[in-house]
C-alpha cells in the first residue's frame, strides 16, 4: 500500500524558513514524479512544485520560484521541500504527492503550514 | 497559464438521484503525444484529496463506477449516476497538459 507521511509544519513568522518533509513508502519511490500540493484554509487547490524521478529536473508555480526548493532522496524515500523567505499567503495545508499520467494519484494526510507574527 | 473554470460551483442532490459536474478549460488539453490530461479529484470532509479520474476517462483503482469522465478538447464532464452519502464533498479538475499544472475552483457536492 502506499503511503506518502508529511512532517515538519508548524507555526513561523513571516520571512522565517521551514523545511517540510514526506516519507514514501509502498512503492518504487525512485521510479516516480513527485510534487507538492498546497490548500489554503478554506481555499481551492494549488500545485507548488515537481521533480523528476533523478532529481534532474524540478518545476515551480511562479509565486514560490527563488524561495521554495524541492529535492529528493532517494535513498532513503524521501522528498522535501525548504521553504524560505514565508509570507502570510504561504499559509496552507502541504501535501505531497505522487506524480503520473499528468496528475496527483497518491497524497498524504497534509502538513498545515502557518505564516503569522 | 491554462485556467479550468467549473461549474456549478454549488450542487445540491437528492440522494440517489445523478449529478454532473462541467469543467473547460482555456485552450485545448490534447498534448503533442495525443493525450489529453484531465484529471478529476474528490475531497471528502476534513481529508485530503483523492485523484478519480485521470486522462479524462480513465477510473482509479477502487473508484465506483458510478462515477465516469468524458469530454474533449476544451470541454470536460464528470457524472455520477447515483448519488450517495459518501459522495459529499468538494470536486476539482486539474489540467497536466501545460506547466503549471492547473485545478478548477472546485464544485461543492451536498444532499439537499
Known amino acids: 500500500e502506499v503511503q506518502l507521511v508529511e512532517s515538519g509544519g508548524g507555526l513561523v513568522q513571516p520571512g522565517g524558513s521551514l523545511r517540510l518533509s514526506c516519507a514514501a513508502s509502498?512503492?518504487?519511490?525512485?521510479?516516480?514524479?513527485m510534487s507538492w500540493v498546497r490548500q489554503a484554509p478554506g481555499k481551492g487547490l494549488e500545485w507548488v512544485a515537481n521533480i523528476k524521478e533523478d532529481g534532474s529536473e524540478k518545476y515551480y508555480v511562479d509565486s514560490v520560484k527563488g524561495r521554495f526548493t524541492i529535492s529528493r532522496d532517494n535513498a532513503n524515500n524521501s522528498l522535501y521541500l525548504q521553504m524560505n523567505t514565508l509570507r502570510a499567503e504561504d499559509t496552507a495545508v502541504y501535501y505531497c504527492t505522487t506524480y503520473t499520467a499528468g496528475g496527483f494519484d497518491h497524497w498524504g494526510q497534509g502538513t498545515l503550514v502557518t505564516v503569522s507574527s | 497559464d491554462v485556467v479550468m473554470t467549473q461549474s456549478p460551483l454549488s450542487l445540491p442532490v437528492t440522494l440517489g438521484q445523478p449529478a454532473s459536474i462541467s469543467c473547460r478549460s482555456s485552450?485545448?488539453?490534447?498534448?503533442?503525444?495525443?493525450?489529453?490530461?484531465l484529471n478529476w479529484f474528490q475531497q471528502r470532509p476534513g481529508q485530503s484529496p483523492r485523484r478519480l479520474i485521470y486522462?479524462?476517462?480513465n477510473r482509479e483503482s477502487g473508484v465506483p463506477d458510478r462515477f465516469s469522465g468524458s469530454g474533449s478538447g476544451t470541454d470536460f464532464t464528470l457524472k455520477i449516476s447515483r448519488v450517495e452519502a459518501e459522495d459529499v464533498g468538494v470536486y476539482y479538475c486539474?489540467?497536466?497538459?501545460?506547466?503549471?499544472?492547473?485545478f478548477g475552483q472546485g464544485t461543492k457536492l451536498e444532499i439537499k
Open positions: 509502498g512503492f518504487t519511490f525512485s521510479n516516480y514524479w
Open positions: 485552450q485545448s488539453l490534447v498534448y503533442s503525444d495525443g493525450n489529453t490530461y
Open positions: 486539474m489540467q497536466g497538459t501545460y506547466w503549471p499544472p492547473t
Open positions: 486522462k479524462v476517462s
